[in-house]
């Protein structure tokens, strides 16, 4: 059973919130009350002055700030499921990728993003996480080189994503690319730092095709901007805004 215990409102509320919002059986009790039989995992903030000599030794504390919330509360459940707590980031690329935030076995998060948000998406969920790992899906390449590229600073895997795009049921649209970013987190890679891409003459033209689309004068980029675009370097519209300009 998972356990709050805080003075801290804004907290409290917060981690209350999240485990509602997730349907976990859950109790609360003052921060110098006695902790329930039974009590598996106790969440409590910074400045509860929790000390885990006190408590008995099969009890796993989860210390939290304000806005920490959501995080603690994929914490305690990971220690309540006894998952080890490692966070596995799925990532489905595209022009909007499919993210999915593992904690073992367990999603705990899953954003659907534009492609510019990904990295920082991706940053945020493994920025306090122990060994995470980042598994990204070998297709849509020149998308897939971008997330790779800009994660410098954590493991990424480059996985064969054969096969993890689900049927999808009636209802269920929309929801192809998250569930897709589930499997790959799922499914070792091999590591990597950097993926390089030489677009292909058929994917230069989609990308000049979709910046005529959007040109007020009905006018593509010319092919060093489209290259820079597919390398991640540009947006479609700094790259026209470069083209007005030139």
């Known amino acids: 059973m998972i356990v709050v215990a805080t003075g801290d409102f804004e907290l409290y509320?917060?981690?209350?919130?999240?485990?509602?919002?997730?349907?976990?059986?859950?109790?609360?009790?003052?921060?110098?009350?006695?902790l329930p039989e039974g009590t598996d995992v106790l969440v409590t903030?910074?400045?509860?002055?929790?000390?885990?000599?006190?408590?008995?030794?099969?009890?796993?504390?989860?210390?939290?700030?304000?806005d920490g919330a959501r995080r603690a509360v994929e914490s305690a459940?990971?220690?309540?499921r006894g998952e080890g707590g490692r966070t596995v980031v799925g990532v489905d690329p595209g022009t909007r990728p499919g993210i999915a935030v593992l904690a073992g076995e367990t999603v705990v998060a899953a954003f659907h993003v534009p492609l510019s948000d990904a990295v920082d998406t991706v940053r945020e969920e493994v920025a306090d996480a122990p060994d995470p790992v980042v598994r990204v899906g070998d297709g849509a390449r020149l998308?897939?080189?971008?997330?790779?590229?800009?994660?410098d600073?954590?493991?990424?895997?480059?996985?064969?994503?054969?096969?993890?795009?689900?049927?999808?049921?009636?209802?269920?649209?929309?929801?192809?690319?998250?569930?897709?970013?589930?499997?790959?987190?799922?499914?070792?890679?091999?590591?990597?730092?950097?993926?390089?891409?030489?677009?292909?003459?058929?994917?230069?033209?989609?990308?000049?095709?979709?910046?005529?689309?959007?040109?007020?004068?009905?006018?593509?980029?010319?092919?060093?901007?489209?290259?820079?675009?597919?390398?991640?370097?540009?947006?479609i519209d700094e790259a026209l805004d470069e083209h007005r300009d030139g």
């Open 153 to 235: 600073d954590v493991r990424v895997e480059l996985v064969d994503e054969t096969g993890t795009t689900p049927y999808l049921g009636t209802g269920a649209r929309g929801m192809g690319d998250v569930l897709a970013a589930v499997n790959i987190a799922r499914i070792e890679g091999d590591a990597v730092d950097q993926r390089e891409i030489e677009p292909t003459e058929g994917e230069l033209k989609v990308i000049k095709d979709r910046s005529r689309e959007r040109s007020e004068r009905n006018r593509a980029i010319d092919e060093d901007l489209a290259r820079r675009v597919a390398s991640g370097d540009l947006t």
């Open 13 to 34: 509320h917060g981690v209350v919130n999240e485990l509602r919002d997730r349907g976990v059986t859950f109790t609360t009790v003052e921060p110098d009350d006695p």
């Open 45 to 66: 903030g910074e400045d509860d002055a929790v000390s885990p000599a006190e408590l008995p030794g099969d009890v796993t504390v989860v210390t939290a700030s304000p």
């Open 77 to 80: 459940l990971a220690a309540l």
């Open 143 to 151: 998308q897939g080189a971008t997330i790779v590229n800009e994660l």
